[in-house]
């Protein structure tokens, strides 16, 4: 699959100097269009509709979005005042994948060497995005084979951590995608992701366009289909790690993690470094996002609880480091269950670039 979920365009927008090209991911899998972004307050909207969305995406949309800043503050006639009012307005769209505000902050010291060192930079990091997943999932897939035992294998995906989360590849589904290369797939539950289906809407299109063995459950089978011994592990994405493996990632992937420890299957996190936010020691300080009730208490606009019944929608969870057997980055395995934690496998890999 060679779609891309956010890129640059150089010859878009208005006066053709390009403009964000995003993958309207609030349509698929049953409309393929693209929205074209040269406004910040665009941008803003279509990473809070979850246009984009997915960790490394984001961190793509956020480096992306300072050039679109940069170049709507020249057509407006901002001054720096606005034009970093709009920078921190891309940063804040949401709070819980570090990847949005580390994008920005990568490139946001560029900003006074001029607009075409801030794309090339935004440009590099997309690109290092792809390869970083490639190779966090080569070494996840080395680190699985190791352990489990089986001809082929059985996997549960929670959300969707693919190549529509990423700027290419995927995580999670980088692994399970380097796994059906190496021929050592079964088949793969993806849990629907309620309430906005990311699961079933996003991963079993990327599934069904790679022709890998898959089926859709709810979210409320994973518990059972893990200690029914139907799965051999769980591999999902994350929007950050603390230090100690403490992992936000989508609401429901806390459960997944209970049933796998409970089960004595891996439970794996797969996440580039972007997504590693060695500042937090653990995680009970991550933001979580809460999201407007209506999207649990309506369906495809349609109201399915009781009038006057609110709705509760926290967007991620925070899985502890106890139930997390491996986080699989491009700069190798750390094991937060066992101890080995990011922290370590940052002091033994300071300084190495992959
Ligand atoms: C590689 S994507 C990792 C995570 O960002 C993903 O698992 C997830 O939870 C996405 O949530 P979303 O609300 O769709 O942005």
């Known amino acids: 699959m060679t779609i891309r979920a956010i ?20 349509l698929l899998p049953l409309r393929t269009e693209f929205r074209t972004v040269e406004r910040t307050d665009d941008l803003v909207t279509a990473i809070r509709e979850l246009a984009v969305r997915g960790a490394p995406a984001l961190g793509v949309a956020g480096a992306l979005g300072v050039v679109v800043a940069m170049d709507e503050a020249a057509r407006e006639g901002w001054d720096e005042q606005a034009l970093q009012a709009a920078v921190d307005r891309v940063r804040h769209a949401r709070p819980t994948a570090v990847n949005l505000a580390w994008g ?12 075409e060192a801030v794309l090339e930079a935004a440009l590099r990091l997309a690109q290092e995005d792809e390869s970083a997943n490639r190779q966090l999932s080569r070494l996840a897939a080395d680190w699985l084979l190791e352990r489990i035992d089986r001809p082929r294998l059985r996997v ?14 995927g995580t999670a589904l980088g692994v399970v995608r380097e796994l059906h290369a190496r021929d050592r797939v079964e ?44 799965v051999d592990l769980a591999v ?9 493996g403490d992992t936000a990632n989508k609401i429901g992937t806390l459960g997944v993690a209970l049933a796998c420890r409970d089960a004595s299957i891996p439970f794996m996190v797969a996440a580039p470094w972007s997504t590693v936010d060695l500042s937090m020691s653990d995680g009970s300080t991550i933001e979580i996002e809460e999201r407007d009730g209506d999207e649990v208490t309506s369906w495809a606009g349609i109201r399915v609880v009781p009038e006057g019944t609110q709705g ?10 106890r139930l997390v057997d491996a986080v699989s980055t491009e700069r190798g395995v750390a094991e937060p269950r066992s101890g080995r934690d990011l922290e370590m496998l940052a002091r033994a890999t300071d300084g190495v670039t992959h």
Request: overall charge negative; some cysteine.
């Open 7 to 26: 890129e640059w365009d150089h010859t878009a927008g208005r006066d053709r100097a390009g403009a964000v090209r995003l993958l309207d991911q609030t």
């Open 104 to 115: 920005v902050d990568e490139v946001r010291p560029l900003m006074a060497a001029g607009r």
């Open 156 to 169: 549960l995906t929670h959300c969707n951590a693919g190549i529509l989360a990423t700027s290419g590849w």
């Open 187 to 230: 088949l793969v539950y993806a849990d629907e992701t309620r309430p906005l289906f990311q699961g079933a809407r996003l991963t079993a299109y990327e599934l069904a366009k790679e022709g890998i063995p898959h089926v859709v459950q709810t979210d409320s089978a994973a518990a059972s289909t893990i200690l029914r011994g139907l």
């Open 236 to 244: 999902v994405g994350a929007d950050r790690i603390a230090a100690n």
């Open 312 to 321: 509760f929608n926290p967007a991620f969870d925070v899985t502890p480091a």
